[in-house]
């Protein structure tokens, strides 16, 4: 009897260990969200103990022999088994599963560029959607990503309850997605109502960010340019800031070598003070003539003998000064100021804010046949600017004769189409670039900080190199254009039937019936 | 087998024949070919309708010029009508398999039933093939409206997608079905199982909310289970076979809980 009552307490107490084992492993998983091996020795054991309890209390009791706990339990024993045997098949399915796209455009299926890179992926790369509501439609184009390798993953945030995350990304409208890679971080479009997250946008920052290809930019020596170096003609402060960019530097001596380097992105010519020789001037050409890109920055008095290339881009440059007498007592008549940046991807953020370009000459275009050319850096107009000719002269005056009147273009940029059959064998390059600023004065140490001369200058470098244009060309997903053509019969066919005889013909049975069975 | 098979068919055309002399199944499919032409009309010619918004659209690309983006309309018009009749469904099903059992348990037939030689799980097949069957035909004369517009189609639509669309929509209620048999094999009261199937559906088609807001394997997890989920999956034109699983799953499911909850009878009323 006493061994009885023994065991009783010992039954009971096995019981209890057993369930909070189970529960504790539970809570250990659900909380510390990793079944790793902790919550599983916990809840196995759990089940264990219990197993053992059942055991033990068969022993002592006629309970387990009875036939309806039998039925019950072989019930719930079965239940359980089906149901684990169902959730390891699904388990099983969403593993190995097979999944066709039967839309004829392929409207759900990633481009084979983009499959090809996400499945390359080495390290872990994330995508933050900072926006209030989930759109089905974007999360269904992340998790097509995601399928393709687990190191992709994607989370969508409520910038407004998790503004710590939003800050760190430095959010600043809704619906801006970016991308993380390690410390590197990216926007890739704001999406929004019409503007849904777009698989060519999300390739092409991705191909970005895992490939961060770095640009090099050469600045050209020996005829007198700019150093660069930290004096305060230097630009050391422009150099620096290209570095920050990811950008690398260095200096070109093209009287040592016969060509331009064939890794080069840019080329900057700042204000030469002696003309280039003639070799010099056919390396630049070549140069630009294999996809090469130039910036221009050159002061007036100067001659840097650069008129035969400038005459094939429709450039003249205009030896006069121009001169801004807006009333600027900070700048003085000799530092004309921009704030007027017309349509360009280089001034595009720049708004109405002010660069000043310190004795600057204006640059003129003429249309040429395959060369696109844009103002980026206007004066303000006539009678506040113009283009004097006259520097001897202690008062400025207006000229009819000689001077131009305002408003004056100091930077224009240009971009030109390669001729087809040229081929170059190394790069794929369509198209060569050139930005022409008539100053250098303010990409210079001092000046380069101030207002938006950097932006100005990196802008410039950045559209230049080319790197900002999508380098991945998907198509982006289109379905098939079709319509529907009914004639009058067949609208008034389905609007007939499906309003009125098919739910007559139910409801008449309905009732027929109805009367027949009363 | 050829017995149990034989035994499934008669209690097949027996649930079937009960259908096509009752006059509530008429009733409800009356209300369901209203609702559902209903849907078809205004989604394709109604003031809203696809047809309505498409050509002002191209009407005012023809006057500015401005090229409209490709539109397939036959493409957009059967998923957002199966998208609708997704969601009457939710409301149709419960009413046709409230009866199956409470209907049966409540003349006092179960027990036949119950201890009758047929398998209880044959009993939950058949059963779920009649009122499976039923729903089919009444989904029949739908099929044939859309196939009336479609051929309106220009150019002409290859056929695949809204197969895929209807066995998407068939399978769906293969599931709910197969769940509302459980609950109303659980009560004798047909109102109590249709509001509990209602409720437990709701929660299978929502639960991908739950599971947004979820992250992790569990988020996941719960995600995989939503119906709607994998029914959008399907009507977009997307087959995928862990959808047609996890359908199957739920169907077997059901039967399986049919079965053990009238094998269960056997011994409550000892």
């Known amino acids: 009897m006493k061994i009885i009552a023994k065991n009783k307490t010992w039954n009971y107490l096995l019981f209890w260990i057993g369930q909070s084992l189970v529960v504790a492993g539970l809570i250990t998983g659900l909380i510390t969200d990793q079944w790793g091996a902790i919550p599983l020795a916990l809840i196995i054991s759990g089940i264990l103990i219990i197993g053992l309890w059942l055991v033990g209390k068969s022993r002592y009791s006629s309970w387990w022999g009875r036939r309806s706990t039998q039925a019950s339990t072989n019930a719930l024993v079965a239940t359980v088994a089906v149901l684990a045997i169902l959730g390891l098949i699904n388990f099983l399915a969403t593993r190995y599963y097979f999944r066709a796209d039967l839309t004829e455009t392929q409207l759900f299926t990633l481009a084979p560029e983009s499959k090809q890179l996400v499945q390359n992926l080495q390290q872990p790369v994330k995508v933050w ?4 509501a989930q759109n089905p439609q974007d999360r269904e184009l992340l998790d097509n990503y995601r399928q393709q390798n687990p190191q992709f993953q994607f989370e969508f945030v409520d910038p407004q309850t998790r503004f710590a995350v939003a800050e760190k990304f430095g959010v600043k409208d809704y619906g801006e997605v970016y991308l993380q890679s390690g410390n590197r971080r990216q926007l890739v479009q704001t999406v929004n109502v019409s503007d849904r997250l777009s698989e060519v946008k999300l390739t092409n920052s991705l191909q970005q960010i895992v490939n961060p290809t770095s640009a090099k ?54 204000d030469p003070k002696r003309g280039l020789l003639d070799s010099e001037v056919t390396a630049v050409q070549n140069y630009l003539n294999r996809g090469g890109n130039l910036l221009l920055m050159l002061d007036p008095g100067t001659d840097p003998k650069l008129d035969n290339l400038l005459s094939q881009w429709g450039v003249k440059l205009d030896n006069r000064l121009a001169v801004d007498v807006s009333g600027s007592v900070a700048f003085g008549p000799a530092v004309p100021i921009v704030t007027d940046y017309g349509q360009h991807p280089i001034t595009k953020d720049f708004g109405n804010g002010i660069s000043f370009y310190r004795l600057a000459r204006p640059i003129y275009t003429t249309p040429v046949p395959g060369v696109e050319a844009t103002p980026i850096l206007l004066t303000k107009a006539y009678p506040n600017t113009w283009a004097e000719s006259d520097l001897q002269n202690e008062n400025l005056q207006f000229d009819k004769e000689s001077d131009r009147q305002g408003p004056l273009t100091l930077g224009v940029a240009l971009k030109r189409k390669l001729p087809v059959e040229s081929p170059s064998p190394s790069s794929t390059a369509t198209e060569s670039r050139m930005v022409i600023i008539g100053d250098s004065d303010f990409a210079t140490n ?12 990196l802008n410039s470098v950045s559209w230049a190199t080319q790197q900002n244009q999508q380098t991945l060309s998907i198509r982006p997903k289109e379905s098939k254009n079709r319509r529907i053509n009914l004639t009058n019969l067949q609208a008034g066919v389905i609007g007939f039937s499906s309003l009125l005889v098919l739910p007559l013909i139910g409801f008449a049975a309905a009732f027929v019936l109805w009367w027949l069975r009363r | 087998m050829g017995v149990i098979l034989s035994n499934v068919i008669a209690i097949y055309r027996r649930e079937l024949q009960s259908y096509f002399v009752s006059p509530l199944a008429y009733a409800i499919a009356g209300i369901f070919w209203f609702l559902a032409g209903l849907f078809l009309v205004l989604i394709l010619m109604g003031p809203d309708g696809i047809l309505t918004a498409v050509a002002a659209a191209d009407l005012q690309g023809q006057q500015f010029g401005v090229p409209v983006p490709p539109i397939d309309v036959p493409y957009e018009f059967v998923r957002a009508f199966l998208d609708r009749l997704g969601w009457l469904l939710l409301f149709v099903l419960p009413i046709l398999s409230m009866g199956l059992y409470a209907e049966e348990r409540k003349r006092g037939t179960l027990e036949l039933l119950a201890t009758s030689p047929v398998t209880n799980w044959a009993v939950a097949v058949g059963k ?26 220009t150019p002409a639509m290859p056929p695949i997608i809204p197969l895929l669309g209807h066995l998407a929509l068939i399978l769906l209620a293969a599931a709910i079905l197969s769940l509302g048999m ?27 909310l739950v599971a947004k807001n979820v992250s992790g394997p569990i988020g996941e997890a719960l995600g995989h289970l939503s119906l709607l989920k994998h029914y959008n999956n399907l009507i977009q034109g997307i087959f995928d076979t862990s959808s047609l699983v996890l359908f199957g799953s739920y169907i077997i499911l059901g039967i399986f809980l049919t079965a053990q909850s009238i094998d269960a009878l056997r011994f409550q009323r000892q």
């Open chain 1, 129 to 132: 959607v900072f926006d209030v």
């Open chain 1, 446 to 457: 001092g000046s380069f900080l101030q207002q938006l001369n950097g932006d100005v200058f």
């Open chain 2, 128 to 153: 779920l093939l009649g009122v499976l069957t039923f729903f089919i035909t009444m989904v029949v004369p739908l099929l044939a409206l859309e196939a009336i517009a479609l051929s309106g189609s």
């Open chain 2, 182 to 208: 459980f609950i109303s094999s659980l009560t004798d009261s047909t109102i109590l199982a249709a509001v509990l199937t209602f409720a437990v559906i709701l929660l299978l088609l929502f639960i991908d």
């Open chain 1, 217 to 270: 930019v050469y600045f050209l020596q020996g005829h007198g340019e700019r150093p660069l170096d930290g004096s305060e003609n230097g630009m050391s402060q422009a150099v620096e800031a290209l570095g920050n960019k990811n950008y690398t530097t260095a200096p070109l001596n093209l009287a040592e070598k016969s060509s331009v380097p064939s890794d080069a992105n840019v080329l900057v010519i700042a």
